[in-house]
């Protein structure tokens, strides 16, 4: 069942719904074969997944420099790769390391005309093989302390880097935990879809001494 978005206040243009539209049958006839997301969560995938992962439209609203790691099923890097082309202007490279998921990603930027590129690699690889970006994405990935270790060579390369990362309901633990080694601003932006969910917003990541 096809959702519009606006009844979760977000907007977007009829082309960008009929290219979420166009990548929400593709996903759907994908996700079986090669496990793309939980098989429980597929009859909600446009709530539970594509809407979740449009509402960064409201966060960052203007075009940029993506990386999404961990892109797996499309959610959130094809979404906002098709965010970015009703701008006609940004770009995402999408890092997955398994190679059927890498095909459908591939498959799904072409049907769906989004602005993005897929690489085949290991994050670890990925931080020394691509440019730091504007803003990276993760979704369903790892614990906060985690992508932070994952992400950091970035930081680095580029002190005005946003990190955006969706989370579940144990978020504020992942964040204290997080506190004991790195020091971060942070935003909290709640999930419209989820009511014990969250974005985080990240900036001036460091590691403590």
Known sequence: MKIDSSAYGIHVSR????RLNRFADLFMKWAPRINLVAPSTLEQVWTRHII??????NIV????????IGSGGGFPGIITAISLAEHGDGWIDLVESN???????RVALTETGGRG???????????KKLQAPDFVSARALAELDAL????????QNNPSIRFIFHKGRDYQAEIDKARGR??????????????????LEI?????RV
Request: with cysteine.
């Open 203 to 207: 900036a001036s990541l460091s590691r």
């Open 99 to 105: 190679n059927k998921k890498c095909g459908f990603l």
């Open 148 to 155: 932070f270790a994952y992400v950091f060579p970035w930081a």
């Open 117 to 127: 590129a897929v690489h085949p690699l290991r994050i670890e690889e990925a931080t």
């Open 15 to 18: 082309e960008t719904q009929e």
């Open 52 to 57: 979740d992962s449009l509402q960064i439209r």
């Open 61 to 68: 609203p203007q075009p940029g420099r993506w990386i999404d």
């Open 182 to 199: 790195w020091d971060f601003d942070l935003i909290k932006h709640q999930s419209v879809v989820e009511a014990d969910s969250v974005i």
